[in-house]
């Protein structure tokens, strides 16, 4: 790829970057999109591809609401192999306690016209025969969805590179800043830079405070409507809520396949990618405890992957204010496909100045500036 | 001579001499022993148990290696969706 | 289950019977884990319809020397040196151990062509260990294919057993044939084993430069095309027996982190590997048949029992198979005509159905597995592996646990203890 002058150089083709390019090609901007490895070989490979909304904030809500919508408006151009899937998500209460916060998170959704269902132990059941027995119910987010991640980056970018984006991939960048990106042999201008690389983003740009979190997942053989729905354990939020310790939440998706995908682990300070065991046989245990018939099922692979994760857990979208020509659109931390596309309409919206759907202020890289060290 | 017992393969009770396993008891039976993600009938590659084709349900029990599972009196095999 | 062993064999063929029963001899404590129901390999493969094996005079041996046995057990993970977690068909083993051995074997080597998925399409060892469990075949239509000496000897094994063989499609030339059985003539014992053999084979049609193009039926096999010297033919028939020769398995001494040199492990005179107290026997050191398994099986018993100079006096028999196989190599290696064979439609992946033409479009087998799952199967790509490794020249990537399709449970059964502070953050069920 000869060095040309792009509107935007997107770094970073996991979904976020992919959808940034989809998004910024379809506007009619030259994109180029560099990544020093594949298309969706980062987070994206490695995550659960769940499409979900969240209530841990408002701005966290609005973010994945909107984004869910845009997904679910995409999906008739999605081909096959992004397989995606509308299994909804049950919130599993496993006591009268977290029966309240069923409640609380239905009156949440309600309010802001997400449609919920909260179930009785007898009917979570109904639903899900294989969760252990006396469970107090849980919260059915009917429209929340799953796919496979890696696939809906390669067709984002497909769709941008038809608009006549360059992509370039197995290039590592060592540097960018100030409409400059510069890889071992050559160097790009753009007028815009966007940061997207998730766990590789702060390497690239000094004083970005994003930390990797590491996570764990098994996945089984295939075992056809064994689970129906994306099933999260409340504790769950517990566990993303943590900024400092080790956590695992029960958290199972069903795959097209019958495949059944099993997580969720959450480490900070772990830089290796190897399987902790420990952590692995701790988030299986809880997984066990809610379903313990999960035991006899055949497992193929067990992986690890690293989120980038901010210290307030929103992602960083829109303008560096050290850098007029840099823009960021990272630290997704476990949304970033559900977000991918809400994000990638923001990013956009700054970059023309436009009005986004949803307030953006709360995703302004600006926010971090102030408590950040001047270099 | 061996011996002669009775499995359950699809149903449908045949008999096979002890020392049989399941995956050809599968085959004495005219079944292929799973359909593959896109539908194919497939029967065993390897034998030796590293493809993977030869799995079935065994006595309830989903993706069972046949080629590997000596057949017992009275076992139960489903061949696989 | 904890146990432990001076010397733990991986694997019940014949390399690693002989090194048990080698280790045991010097009077140190062995275990032996394999697969199967029952030990002997694919070679020896028993307990079956056919009890004619020497399996079970090796099984009575190693009993008499007090080999623990530990058989339906495959070892998924190895968390730190000296100790492997195998999975049993009702519990976990935690097995320590001071010296290893890997006889872990070989399996086919199998290439795609159209119809290859088609029932009744089997490894030529895959139908014989079929026939060996009881398949009926006699009277049955055969087809032989591929490439190697395995062909012939189940050829013999089929025929004997009442197999109709109307074909044996040999992929390399007459000529190297012919240079193969030349240096037979070098090894007085291969020689006679291969005259033996000849006989068995008296009025089996041989074709060389053959392959099959494709396999024909509805549900099961029916008939198979295919090209001899360049003429296309198409004939009936009930079983195909298909295989390129051998691919070693070396996925637990990748997982040990032994030095892989070209697919096979390497082992230095005494069939030590690259990592200390880890020892390598016959086919994952090189293809080289029974006689090479035994030699090395044994040679490895004795230095892994610290009792070299019993593995000496075998040294200079075994670099002489090690020639044979490195001989058996070159001469089966493949035509690339072979290449051409699968259509775009042809499945190459049979895990996932993913077929040659998705598969053309990746760069690397990372790639593959990324965007089309080939490899992510229950098989873990060791089926498609070798294929798309010829295809392609696509290197798989490195081995990560579990080697083997686990129960989930087993996860659990390798942790030590589980951390206090991590049932008290995961949530509020008692």
């Known amino acids: 790829m000869s060095p040309a002058v792009h509107d935007v150089l997107i770094v970073g083709a ?16 030259r994109v180029a999109v560099l990544d020093k490895g594949m298309i969706g070989g980062g987070a994206t490979a490695a995550g659960m591809g769940h499409i979900v909304v969240m209530d841990d904030s408002e701005p966290q809500f609005a973010l994945t609401r909107y984004s869910r919508q845009l997904w679910q408006e995409m999906r008739p151009e999605l081909p096959n192999d992004v397989e995606y899937e509308q299994c909804g998500t049950i919130w599993v209460a496993a006591d009268e306690e977290e029966m309240m916060e069923v409640k609380r998170k239905e009156s949440f959704y309600q309010k802001r016209g997400v449609a919920t269902e909260v179930i009785d132990s007898s009917t979570l059941e109904n639903y899900e025969p294989h969760l252990r027995k006396g469970l107090a119910g849980g919260l059915v987010v009917p429209e929340d969805d799953v796919l496979y991640a890696p ?17 370039d991939l197995g290039s590592a960048v060592l540097k960018l800043g100030n409409g400059h990106v510069t890889t071992a042999s050559t160097e790009f201008s753009a ?17 970005l405070n994003i930390k990797k979190r590491k996570g764990h997942l098994l996945i089984t053989d295939r075992y056809p409507g064994f689970i129906k729905h994306q099933l999260v354990e409340l504790g769950y939020l517990k566990s993303a809520h943590s900024t400092t310790a080790d956590s695992v939440a029960f958290n199972l998706q069903p795959r097209r396949t019958g ?26 245990q809880r997984a066990q405890e809610y379903m313990p018939e999960l035991s006899g099922l055949s497992t193929i692979r067990a992986w690890t992957g690293f989120r980038a994760a901010t210290p307030d857990k929103l992602p960083l979208i829109g303008p560096w204010p050290e850098d007029e020509r840099l823009f960021l659109a990272t630290g997704h931390e476990g949304l970033g496909i559900t977000t991918s596309l809400g994000t990638a309409r923001l990013l956009v919206d700054q970059i023309v100045g436009r009005t986004s759907a949803i307030p953006v202020e709360p995703y302004l890289p600006a926010r971090t500036f102030s408590e950040h060290a001047h270099a | 001579m061996h011996e002669e017992i009775s499995v359950v393969v699809n149903h449908r009770s045949i008999m096979v001499p002890s020392g ?43 993706h069972c290696k046949s080629c590997q599972t000596f057949c017992q009196a009275g076992m139960d095999i489903l061949t696989q969706e | 289950m904890h146990k432990q062993f001076d010397v733990l064999i991986i694997g019940g063929g014949p390399a690693g019977m002989a090194a048990a029963a080698g280790a045991a001899e010097c009077g140190v404590r062995v275990g032996l884990v394999d697969d199967n129901p029952r030990v002997g390999g694919q070679i020896w493969r028993s307990g079956g319809i056919d009890t004619s094996s020497p399996a079970s005079e090796w099984a009575s041996k190693l009993k008499s020397l007090r080999v623990e046995v530990i058989p339906e057990t495959r070892v998924f993970h190895s968390p730190e040196p000296q100790k492997l977690f195998a999975e049993g068909p009702s519990e976990i083993y935690e097995l320590l151990y001071k010296k290893l051995i890997l006889a872990t074997g070989a399996r086919e080597r199998f290439l795609c062509f159209p119809g290859w998925t ?33 062909l012939l000897a189940v050829a013999a094994y089929l025929r004997k057993h009442g197999a109709l063989i109307s074909l044996l499609c040999e992929q390399v030339s007459l000529g190297s044939m012919i240079g193969f059985a030349c240096r037979l003539a070098r090894q007085p014992k291969k020689l006679a084993q291969a005259l033996s053999l000849r006989k068995d084979l008296a009025g089996i049609p041989l074709a060389f430069n053959s392959w099959v193009v494709e396999a024909h039926g509805e549900k099961t096999l029916e008939a198979l095309t295919v090209s001899r010297d360049g003429q296309i033919q198409t004939i009936p028939c009930d079983y195909l027996a298909c295989g390129f020769h051998l691919v070693p398995n070396v996925e637990l001494a990748e997982l040990l982190g032994c030095g892989i040199n070209n697919s096979y492990v390497e082992v230095d005179n005494l069939q030590q590997t690259t990592v200390s107290n880890v020892f390598c026997a016959g086919e994952p050191t090189g293809v080289g048949g029974l006689d090479a398994s035994l030699l090395e099986g044994k040679i490895a018993g004795y230095s892994a029992a610290g009792r070299i100079e019993l593995a000496k006096p075998l040294l200079k028999q075994r670099d002489r198979q090690r020639q044979f196989a490195l001989a058996l190599d070159r001469t089966f290696s493949l035509r690339p005509e072979l290449k051409e064979l699968a259509k775009a439609d042809t499945i190459v992946c049979r895990c996932e159905d993913v077929t040659y033409g998705r598969l053309k479009r990746a760069n690397s087998w990372r790639e593959a597995k990324l965007y089309t799952r ?19 020249n696509w290197k798989s990537e490195s081995t990560r646990p579990p080697i083997s399709p686990v129960r989930f449970e087993s996860f659990l059964a390798i942790s030590e203890n589980l951390a206090p502070e991590l049932s008290e953050i995961s949530g509020g069920n008692p």
């Open chain 1, 259 to 284: 495949q059944i995908l099993i997580g969720s682990s959450r480490q900070y300070g772990a830089e290796h990618k190897e399987v902790d065991n420990e952590i692995l046989a701790s988030m299986l």
């Open chain 1, 191 to 207: 007028a815009i830079v966007v940061n997207a690389a998730g766990t590789w983003a702060a390497e690239l740009t000094p004083g």
């Open chain 1, 14 to 29: 996991g979904i976020v970057g992919a959808a940034c390019a989809y998004q910024c090609a379809r506007e009619g901007m």
């Open chain 2, 20 to 62: 049989t396993t399941a995956a050809v008891a599968i085959a004495i039976a005219g079944q292929a022993c799973r359909m593959s993600v896109t539908g194919e009938p497939r029967s065993p590659l390897c034998g030796m148990g590293i493809c993977y084709e030869c799995r079935a349900v065994i006595n309830g029990k989903p």
């Open chain 3, 374 to 392: 080939c490899g992510m199967g229950p098989c873990q790509g060791r089926i498609c592996g070798p294929a798309t490794e010829f295809l392609f």
């Open chain 3, 118 to 150: 088609i029932p009744n399409v089997m490894g030529a060892g895959g139908l014989q260990a079929m026939v060996k469990s009881g398949l009926p075949i006699a009277g049955e239509r055969v087809v032989i294919a591929g490439t190697g000496p395995l």
């Open chain 1, 151 to 167: 696939c809906a980056a390669k067709f984002f970018l497909e769709q941008a590179k038809a608009s006549g984006a360059q992509i």
